[in-house]
């Protein structure tokens, strides 16, 4: 399949589902002694709703966009929820235990939205042409043979002159 445009928001896919998983690498809590990083707190879960963007984006097929908007749209809601969720209040002090894995992977779900809004479904040259084919006659009509003998050549004057 070929598309008309340019795969942009293809690209854009791939490129921020590589880096989320790479974000589950890194630290998603950091507490300066103790850290953990996204395998430990369970972060690769998030990633489910990076598979149906990237599948349709790897194999260049037609997208539905607003189900690939809405599985970013809940990743970027799910990171800044789990981000919220390692704020403590500590001696009158607000402590966010959030490491820097847990921002790269909201980076990531938004350029994931980003590439989702620009990409462009691809345009497949056999629909066209099923399209525009004509109807086969069926069985039951016959085609019409010409009225002309073998041999003979009718011209507009109606006589037959032989060949």
């Known amino acids: 399949m070929k598309s008309k445009g340019s795969p ?19 630290p998603w809590v950091d507490l300066g002694i103790l850290s953990a990083s996204g395998f430990q707190q369970q972060g690769f879960i998030f990633l489910v709703l990076f598979i149906y963007p990237f599948c349709v984006s790897l194999i260049r097929c037609r997208m539905i966009k607003p189900i690939a908007i809405i ?39 938004i350029l994931l939205l980003i590439g989702c809004i620009a990409y462009s479904n691809p345009i497949n040259k056999n629909v066209k042409k099923t399209v525009k084919r004509k109807k086969r006659p069926t069985n039951n009509h016959k085609r019409k043979r010409p009225s002309n003998t073998k041999g003979t050549v009718n011209t507009k004057k109606n006589h037959n002159h032989t060949v």
């Open 71 to 109: 599985c970013s749209i809940l990743s970027i809601i799910a990171g800044v929820a789990f981000c919220l969720s390692k704020s403590a209040n500590l001696l009158d002090t607000n402590i966010n235990a959030s490491g820097s894995g847990l921002y790269v992977f909201i980076g990531a779900s």
């Open 8 to 26: 942009v928001g293809a690209i854009l896919v791939i490129i921020s589902t590589a880096i989320a998983i790479l974000s589950l690498f890194l």
